[in-house]
């Protein structure tokens, strides 16, 4: 009997919406209001209402030299002229003024007040925007997790903004690099007007982003008519903010709590190591799967070997990173082989990663599976719902046993994360449970992760489950290996330490997200005309795939 796996996944949509205000994030026709600016007899409240009559979705109130309280009570009318609107009111560089009018956020730059000082002091609900001029800038607040949106240095020159005499703003090339490594949304500034702004939206786009929006000053506050100059900026900006994704935009809004992004960054991290070190794993797996399994295995920077005789067996594990035991098609001298490497893998420190293909189906492989586990050791056992079920069952009857909960028809079980939780302190591996949402426990069932990216045609072709476990065992090998280079090892992390999470989680979640944020792009990318053309596509996408993809698209939570 041939047995192929899926993975099960659905696609779920997200309602972009700050939760805390009931408001939408609108970042597109960003105005800023500079009080400095205004041309003489002009009015900042007044200019503010006709730039939200042309269309204005965030009105920024900058007011350099402007005391506390006039600066105070200007807020409090601009605020209550962008609700009339339903627009976003921004304070500039003051968290006090912020605060004490209760506006909907704050734009800060590198030299005001620390970003993470500003979300203590303003709350998880408040929008926080900060400059950002360079890639590390970039990178810092991504991580940080407290901005909602980034914003640029000048684009363009200008007059608004003084800036030293070597400064050379940044063009729409410039801007591509900040978009290229961003994970949150960027509002470009500068010198945009009426006549520039498609151009630089265009030529500043990457395969995947776009700006959220452009802020401006002296187009609308200066224009003859703001009311006008800002429905014309509008119908320009509208039409080719076309690739933000729903998902980069409701991160925004939700920035990831700290210890999942840095669960996160570690394996975005990871992604990079398998790719520099592109790491050999060994694979006993099944007829059916073979050739996908090395070309997924290329395709994420890694290297393919497949070796079934008891007579190589050990000589070749000796000299991979990683094994794979997967009992799809088995047969008894495989069994055997997969004993020798698997012995062979324990006694060199490399890691073990099984995948009980239709464990319980048989009486073959229930024994198959329940002596793997028990007879060597295995580092991360990656199955469906079934099958995990199946294992932490089987091992109900030996001391400390898991119950099972059994599975639904849906290919769900009602208690997964106790499931994987327990399963994996009974043996002591990582588990990795694919069904519409994957659970991810660690060695000792500490720390477990819920992934819920994917989509369902992952389960239209075969093969993509253990194609799944091969990416798991290229992050296995990779990891193991950058720890061995450290005079450290993976089998001896201990769970003592909040900032470090078992490398063996860190690679059933990477192996997870990448098949699962490759199946996203290969459906976003269009064109799929049936089973054929969306595997091509995946495996394209995960040849495509970055690490700053996984800091973008990456839906993790641990549970
Ligand atoms: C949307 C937006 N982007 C960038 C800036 C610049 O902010 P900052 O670097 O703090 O400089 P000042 O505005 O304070 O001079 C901005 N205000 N808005
Ligand atoms: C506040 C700011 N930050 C970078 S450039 C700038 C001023 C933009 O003004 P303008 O739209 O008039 O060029």
């Not at 520039?196 to 786009?205: D, G």
């Not at 190589?312 to 997967?326: K, P, Q, R, T, Y």
């Not at 046993?401 to 849906?410: A, E, I, K, L, T």
């Not at 091509?536 to 690490?547: G, K, Q, R, V």
């Amino acid at each position: 009997m041939l047995q192929t796996k899926t993975v099960t996944t659905t696609t779920k949509t997200t309602t972009i919406i700050n939760k805390a205000e009931s408001k939408p994030l609108d970042l597109s026709v960003y105005v800023v209001i500079d009080v400095s600016v205004l041309p003489a007899g002009r009015d900042a409240v007044a200019v503010a209402e006709q730039a939200l009559e042309g269309g204005a979705t965030v009105i920024q109130l900058r007011a350099k030299h402007l005391d506390t309280k006039s600066f105070i009570e200007l807020s409090n009318k601009v605020k209550a002229v962008a609700a009339k609107f339903g627009a976003l009111f921004v304070v500039n560089d003051r968290v006090d003024v912020a605060l004490a009018v209760d506006a909907d956020g704050i734009h800060i730059g590198q030299d005001d007040m620390p970003l993470a000082t500003a979300r203590r002091l303003l709350g998880p609900s408040k929008v926080i925007g900060v400059t950002c001029s360079n890639t590390d800038e970039v990178n810092s607040a991504v991580s940080s997790g407290f901005a909602n949106y980034l914003g640029t240095c000048a684009v363009f020159p200008t007059a608004t903004k003084a800036y030293a005499p070597d400064f050379t703003p940044l063009g729409a090339t410039g801007l591509n690099s900040l978009l290229q490594v961003s994970t949150l949304p960027i509002v470009a500034i500068g010198g945009i007007n009426v006549e520039n702004v498609e151009q630089l939206i265009i030529e500043s786009q990457t395969a995947l982003k776009t700006v959220a929006g452009c802020a401006v000053v002296s187009a609308i506050v200066c224009a003859q008519n703001p009311t006008q100059a800002t429905k014309d900026l509008a119908a320009k900006i509208h039409p080719l903010l076309k690739h933000n994704s729903e998902s980069s935009i409701a991160r925004s809004l939700n920035p990831r709590p700290p210890r999942v992004q840095l669960l996160v960054n570690q394996v975005a991290q990871a992604l990079s190591s398998v790719r520099a070190s592109t790491p050999l794993v060994h694979s006993i797996t099944n007829y059916v799967v073979m050739n996908d399994n090395a070309n997924v295995l290329l395709a994420i920077g890694a290297s393919p070997i497949m070796a079934h005789s008891t007579k190589e067996a050990s000589d070749i594990i000796s000299f991979c990173g990683s094994l794979v035991l997967n009992i799809g098609t088995l047969s008894d001298p495989w069994i055997d082989a997969m004993h020798i490497a698997g012995k062979k893998a324990n006694s060199l420190g490399i890691p073990v990663v099984l995948d009980p293909v239709g464990a319980g189906a048989t009486p073959l492989r229930q024994s198959t599976c329940v002596d793997l586990v028990t007879l060597i050791h295995t580092d991360i056992v990656k199955g469906n719902a079934g099958e995990i079920s199946f294992l932490a069952g089987a091992l109900a009857n030996t001391s400390g046993g898991v119950q099972s909960r059994g599975v639904d028809s849906d290919g769900t079980m009602s208690e997964p994360a106790h499931v994987v939780r327990s399963l994996a302190a009974k043996v002591n591996s990582a588990i990795a449970m694919s069904g519409p949402v994957d659970y991810v426990s660690d060695r000792v069932g500490k720390d477990v992760v819920a992934v819920s990216n994917g989509n369902e045609w992952l389960g239209k072709i075969t093969g993509t489950g253990c194609d799944t476990t091969t990416l798991v065992a290229a992050f296995a090998a990779a990891l193991n290996a950058e720890l061995k280079g450290k005079s450290l090892s993976a089998a001896t992390w201990t769970a003592s330490d909040d900032e470090s999470f078992d490398p063996y989680l860190i690679a059933g979640v990477g192996g997870i997200l990448c098949m699962c944020i490759a199946a996203e792009q290969a459906i976003a990318q269009g064109g799929i005309k049936g089973p054929m053309s969306f595997k091509t596509a995946l495996f394209d996408a995960i040849a495509n795939l970055t690490p700053e993809m996984i800091q973008r698209f990456a839906r993790v939570d641990f549970v």
